[in-house]
């Protein structure tokens, strides 16, 4: 395409749009459980409307634009007060879950260079489960990755012991999931910190999906463990507005321990041709939009609002969880909130997705060990019933073709 010489009326490239996202996945009816976050009409009005005010402004420039300043310190206290902040932590707002890592981990290999004799290439040790901007940030830094397999007992879940085994002198950073994203499954993050402690590690708790779920699940009298900075090895928390937050695209927040900490992350550019640029964060401007919409939110769901979120999202989880395992499927360790992943002894899992995206279903799958993938959002809880009469349908299709295909191998 080239860049039209003269332009169309917005009307036009309005109907455009809408047409373009016609072949998109099916999200507004439920029957997307992955990368959209769906807490119904109300929600999305006021993310729509709150970006909007702040749309053009920009979060580089504190001093032009306090009332953004003072919306992400807020949104970052709101956050502290749900995830047992200590007198003195701190944080700023990212663009999503990637810049948070990339962030923590940028403060937790300079916070060691300035207290540590580090030597040679730094590295981060992680559970196999943990989310790959760990990789790419580690990338980007030339920080060798420790991946360490999980425990052996069907958990799914980090192998403390194994992690702790793999640390030495230089390694900057440990990390735990609360959840993971491959089983939904949380970390051991209490054994993790014991483990960190002991060896003077840094730990991170990447609370990126779970983050603003999982305090409000345990209101709701989940069992929750500990994961956030009640631990107290915990030194930095990922925890993303734009999932379970049900904020607007393009925000996130990285949470530290303490002022000393997080004075290892902003950057501060004196010596050259421009005016002096302190940035926070990866990122040089912000959208401001991403930043009112998330204080939005944050506002008009409030602790109440959020529970009943969380509590329809898990009601969701749960019911999915009986229907699976009433069709034969097994559910991988033990998720507790919003993600789940469960896999057929018998059949091709993957056989079993491919039948589920014909019916329209567009989720994810975990590879380590093959299965089906759901993230679910409050919308889910409508149609979580119709999930599993399909799912049920497609297991017997992909049993029917296997079936076929060993009478065929015996006479052939
Ligand atoms: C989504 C996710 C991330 C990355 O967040 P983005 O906003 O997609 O960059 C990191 N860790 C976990 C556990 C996640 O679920």
Known sequence: MKMPSTGKSWEDVREILIERGLGDAKWRDGKTAVYVFNAGPEVAEVQHHAYSLYMSENGLGPIAFPSLAQMEREVIEMALSILHGPEGATGAMTSGGTDSITMAIKTARDYARATKSLSGTANIVLPQSAHPAFDKAAHLMDIEVRRIALKEDGSYEADPAAMGDACDTQTIMMVGSAPNFPHGVIDPIEDLGEVAASKDVWLHTDA???????????????????????????????????????????????????????????????????????????????????????????????????????????????????????????VLGN??????????????????????????????????????????????AEVIDDYIADLGECAEIVAAGEQGAKVEARYS
């Open 208 to 330: 990126c999906v779970g983050g603003y779920f999982a305090p409000f699940a345990r209101m709701n009298g989940v069992s929750v463990p500990p994961f956030d900075f009640e631990v107290t090895a915990v030194h930095s928390i990922s925890a993303d507005l734009h999932k379970y937050g049900y904020a607007a695209k393009g925000a996130s927040t990285v949470l530290f321990r303490s002022e000393e900490l997080y004075r290892h992350m902003p950057f501060n550019m004196r010596e050259w041709s421009g005016a002096p640029m302190l940035t926070p964060t990866l990122a040089g401007t912000r959208p401001g939009g991403a930043i009112s919409a998330a204080w939005a939110v944050m506002n008009v769901l409030g602790v109440e609002g959020y529970r009943e979120k969380q509590g329809l999202v898990c009601t969701a989880r749960e019911r999915a969880e009986a229907g699976i395992k009433a069709l034969g499927f097994e």
């Open 335 to 380: 998720p507790v909130l919003g993600l789940i992943a469960f896999r057929h002894p018998g059949h091709d899992n993957f056989a079993i997705y491919s039948e589920m995206y014909r019916k329209g279903w567009f989720t994810s799958i975990t590879t380590q060990p093959p299965s089906l993938h759901l993230m679910l959002s409050p919308k889910h």
